[in-house]
Each structure stands twice: as C-alpha cells, then as structure tokens.
C-alpha cells in the first residue's frame, strides 16, 4: 500500500515518506494512535508469517515448492474474493493503467517470494529460514534511508543490534559460517520481500487496498500457472491429505489474505522501516513454532541470538 497516506482513502495517518513539501527528510512519526495500530498489524503478519517457514519445512516431502506457492494463491484468491472480486472489476481501468507497477509487485511478493521460501524448505531447517529473513529489515532500512529517510540513532543502533543477533544464529558461533544451498535460496528470498516492502510506497493511491491485494494475488498465480504446469508434468501432483491441503489453507488464508492485507497496511500507517523493526521478531517466533510443531532445538546460540534480536526491537522501537 502506499505511504503517501495524503492521498490514500485507506489510511488517515501521517507516514515515513518524505513529501515535496517536506523542508527536511527526517522521518515524520505517525499520530500514537495510527503508530500503536500500525505495530500491531505488523505484529500480527509477522507472527503468522512465521508459521509459514514452518508449513514449508513440513510440507519439504510432500508437495513440490511450485505446486505449494500455486495453491497458496489460488486460496488466497477464493477467500479474498467475496471482498474484493466486485470493486476490482470496478477499478478495471485503473488496473490496466497502472499494470506495469502491479505485475512487478506481484512478481517480486507473490510470484518470487514465497516459491523460493518453499523451495528453501526443501534445503534447510525452518529456523534458519526465519533468522535469514530477518535480514530483510536491514534492506528495508537501507531502501528508506536512499529514499532520504533518516533513521536516527537510536533505531539505527537496535537495527544492527538486531542484526548481530542474527549474524550469531546463522554463523551458529563460528566466524566461518556454512550456509546450505536452502540458506541462499532464503537469502534470495528476503531481497524480494524487502524489494516488495519498499515499492509499496509508490502504490498508487486510488488503488483500494482489497484491490490491489486480489489483483497481485491473481497476477502472481498467473505467472505461477506455467512453471505449476511443468512441476505437475514432471514431478506428478501430490496427495490432497488432511497433512497436506490443511497447511495449505493455512498459507492461502492466513499466510496471505490476513498477513498480506495486515502487512500493507502496517507499511501504509508506519513505513517500512519501522515495519521491518517489528519483522525482526519473525525468528524468535519461527524458533518457537519450529520446537513445539517440528522438534528443531533452537540451543544456547539460539538462545543468545533471541535476547540480542528482542532487545535491538525494543530499542529501535523506543520512543
């Protein structure tokens, strides 16, 4: 969603996103009561999101990656639809001026994004899948601050605080990590998120945020329909159990029709910067998800890693 909140009929508060008629390019604080709302949706898809690494990483072995991210959209659209089917066919003329702006959100956050988290499933444990994309955060700052954001030092200091802590859960201790083939394809991933986060500054604002949430959603599994085809082709479908269509309604609902409209939202009411302070908290939840549901041992560095990360968002997120 965009951040030019001026403009947008979906959002009432002040955001990061310096205007023509600004005289400084320090961020601008939303209003508390638009900042509080702001944290907790971005709370909210991040803490849900989190179980998402985990459904990848459980459905490693029974559902190709394609095929998983093509469902996941395909259920997204039908939950998303009796909201939003009507008003986009309304807005019509206004998707097909902006197409090229929304075939590239929807490649980078639909389409790219979660087919590499799945195939990163594949590769690598949730936990690392989680601490990874906590790097996004780090691009999302970074992408502010050549917007002309300032982020101050205060933030700034709990950013790289954060960061370290998850410097320590990747090296695992060591000062020569490993990464897996599955940590790269993560890697990869979370440049696409953050890439997705920035651009929804430029979302045009007369975009309603349903539309523009069914519209990435179709335009991302109709790019996902020919390498869907070709996985079915060579690899074969995948048995429609309780243990596989039930994480995929998960994903399809949750993963994407709430987390994504919570998220664009968050972005719409704090920036992404100060979303991604909150994003950062992603793997101390993936960490906990993974131990209870999958018996991953998040261990003493785990441990170390979580109280560097939690108390690099308090600081960051400090008034």
């Given at each position: ?179 897996a083939t599955g940590d790269l394809w993560v890697m990869a991933a979370a440049v696409c998120f953050a890439s997705y986060s920035a ?121």
């Amino acid at each position: 969603m965009s951040l030019d909140t001026a403009r947008n009929p979906t959002a009432s508060t002040a955001t990061d996103t310096p205007t023509a008629t600004d005289t400084a390019v320090t961020e601008r604080p939303a209003p508390a009561k638009g900042a509080g709302l702001g944290v907790l949706l971005a709370l909210l898809a991040t803490v849900v999101w989190s179980g998402s690494f985990v459904v990848a990483r459980a459905l490693h072995d029974t559902v190709p990656p394609v095929q998983a991210a093509f469902w996941r959209w395909i259920v997204a659209l039908v939950a998303v639809a009796p909201l939003a089917a009507r008003e986009t066919w309304r807005q019509r003329h206004l998707i097909r001026r902006h197409l090229r702006f929304l075939a590239l959100a929807s490649l980078l956050g639909i389409t790219v994004y979660n087919t590499l988290v799945n195939q990163a499933g594949t590769a690598t444990s949730a936990g690392n899948m989680g601490m990874i994309m906590a790097a996004s955060p780090v691009l999302m700052a970074l992408f502010a601050r050549l917007g002309g954001n300032r982020l101050g030092p205060r933030r700034t200091t709990g950013m790289l605080i954060a960061c370290a802590g998850v410097l320590l859960l990747v090296s695992k201790g060591s000062l020569t990590p490993d990464f897996a083939t599955g940590d790269l394809w993560v890697m990869a991933a979370a440049v696409c998120f953050a890439s997705y986060s920035a651009l929804l500054k430029r979302r045009p604002a007369e975009l309603g945020g349903l539309v523009f949430l069914f519209t990435t959603f179709l335009l991302g599994a109709l790019m996902l329909a020919p390498a869907f085809a070709v996985s079915v082709a060579v690899q074969g479908g995948f048995e429609p159990t309780t243990g596989t269509v039930g994480p995929l309604v998960y994903v399809g609902v949750l993963s994407s029709a709430v987390a994504f409209f919570a998220w664009n939202k968050a972005v719409t009411l704090i920036g992404a910067a100060r979303s991604g302070i909150v994003y950062y908290l992603q793997p101390v939840c993936v960490a906990l998800l993974s131990y209870a549901l999958l018996g991953e041992q998040p261990g003493l560095i785990g441990g170390a890693s979580m109280v560097l990360i939690l108390g690099g968002v308090a600081l960051s997120s400090a008034r």
